[in-house]
């Protein structure tokens, strides 16, 4: 992450748990909120990972957790919402961002592909929702921010999993917001479009356009020529958004998708 100025502990105080936390935008938001006052509890599938992310976060004033959570499974999320209750006594803030990518054309999706994608990225939002918003329902409230992506706005030939999964969390984020606003609780989205992140490298077509045009860069400033401000995003960016709809001064926001896309989705 860059060099930044902000240290006005816009969460301080707040029991924040970052799913997705050991890479890319998890990692930065929970860089980012232990940069502004939270205790946070670091959440991914990736078990060394998140030991690691959560230890080289963590400070004098500045505790955090580590959990092995695998966001599909309800056992693991109450398991987690229970130790963090347990250890810090409230939650305030959720971010439901792991996720994976999946690209192949429709008709050759297999149903194992689209059920693994739909349960990661929409099922995985779902129980965060579920039991995250219950610990928040008797602590006071707090607020929810899921990562959904540009790409379930505007679709995507090729990735309709991945779209059909991530236009699901912007509904389900709205409808959340509406059944949990009298607890307190506010639910909103992030639709980020192209971010710099590890998760490109897990897709065959990028190491192939890599090779094509010869740097990861390349192919980043090709895949943004129709992102008005012709770049993708940095991590810390998209966790900038998520800062915002985490923290107070958010206090009347609730049921929007915030797009953070240079303009893409207009
Ligand atoms: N990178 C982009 O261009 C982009 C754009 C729009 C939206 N998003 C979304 O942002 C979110 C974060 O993506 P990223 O780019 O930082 O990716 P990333 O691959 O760098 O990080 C994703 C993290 O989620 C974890 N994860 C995967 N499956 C999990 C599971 N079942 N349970 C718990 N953790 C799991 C991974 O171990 C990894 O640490 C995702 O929801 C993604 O769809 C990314």
Redesign the pocket.
Known sequence: MTENPITSGRVAGKVALV??????????TAELFVREGARVAV????ED??RRVAAELAGPDAPTLAFT????SETAWENAVAAILDQWGRLDILVN?????FGKPLTDTTLDEWRRVT???LD?VFLGIKHGGAAMRRTGGGSIVN?????GIKPAPGAAA?CAS?AGVRMLTRTAALELAPDGIRVNSV??????????E?MPFFAEMTAQLGSAEAVWAMLSKDVPLKR??E?EE?ALGILYLASDESRFVTATDLPLDGGYTA
């Open positions: 799913t997705g936390g050991a890479s890319g935008i998890g990692r930065a959440a991914d599938i990736a990972a998140v959570l695998d966001v599909t961002n792991a996720g994976i990518s349960a990661v990225n995985g990562v959904s992506s540009a790409s991945y991530k639709s980020p479009s192209g971010v710099v992140t590890p998760m490109w897990s993708f995003a991590a998209i």
